[in-house]
């Protein structure tokens, strides 16, 4: 699956890979073509795990972002405002740099904790783009154990199961939308299908993630 970033001269494009979380049965991920695309087939069976690159795009440089997915059914019992049953079977998750300092004491303690089981820090927010069963496109998510992870809603309910859709979003006005503030350097893209809080499966496949000039307004 391709990405573009804007990264050093000569440096090598990102290389995506696969991250496991402890404690979790890992999500499968597998390049195919489909339907003249390529893209990354994702199945998860009450497992979470993600496929990421690391990037660097200043604040400054910070533009749209496209991307696209099919999903032939949603996860029944999700609810993703529910830490117990927050699952979804497509993210495309985007990681920001900031002032940590301003970090409350309970974030600082979980980013120390991410440090000490996986060797790094939690970013300093995380925005997601999710498909919701129930909550409209636009609706800002904030995560039940860290509001530095905050999921907008970008697809929601049955109407478009089975097809693909393509996305082209502002990032800089999505992270004010969801944070109330200006973002930091983007340091990460990722995918991610998960399904283990609520013990099922799911299946999507998603597009190629690319970083360019967005169409929307500012």
Request: positive net charge.
């Amino acid at each position: 699956m391709a990405s573009t970033a804007q990264t050093a001269e000569n440096a090598p494009p990102p290389v995506w890979r696969h991250q496991s979380f402890p404690g979790k049965q890992a999500s499968q991920f597998k390049y195919v073509r489909l339907d003249g695309r390529d893209a990354i087939a994702a199945t998860s069976l009450s497992s979470a795990s993600m496929v990421r690159q690391v990037v660097r795009v200043e604040p400054a440089q910070l533009d749209g972002v496209r991307f696209s997915w099919m999903v032939p059914e949603l996860i029944a019992l999700a609810d993703m405002g529910v830490r117990e049953s927050d699952d979804s079977p497509v993210r495309i998750v985007l990681a920001f740099e900031g002032d940590r300092s301003k970090l409350s004491a309970k974030n600082t303690m979980l980013s120390e904790l991410a440090n000490a089981l996986s060797g790094e820090p939690m970013p300093y927010a995380t925005l997601m783009y999710v498909w919701c069963n129930t909550r409209q496109p636009g609706s800002v998510i904030v995560n039940d154990r860290t509001d530095r992870v905050r999921k907008l809603v970008v697809e929601s309910g049955e109407a478009r199961l089975h097809q693909w859709i393509n996305y082209e979003r502002n990032i800089r006005a999505d992270y004010k939308k969801a944070f109330g503030e200006e973002p930091g350097a983007l340091v990460g893209i990722a995918i991610m299908t998960d399904s283990d809080n609520t013990r099922s499966k799911a299946k999507a496949w998603y597009g190629p993630v690319t970083l360019g000039t967005a169409m929307l307004p500012r």
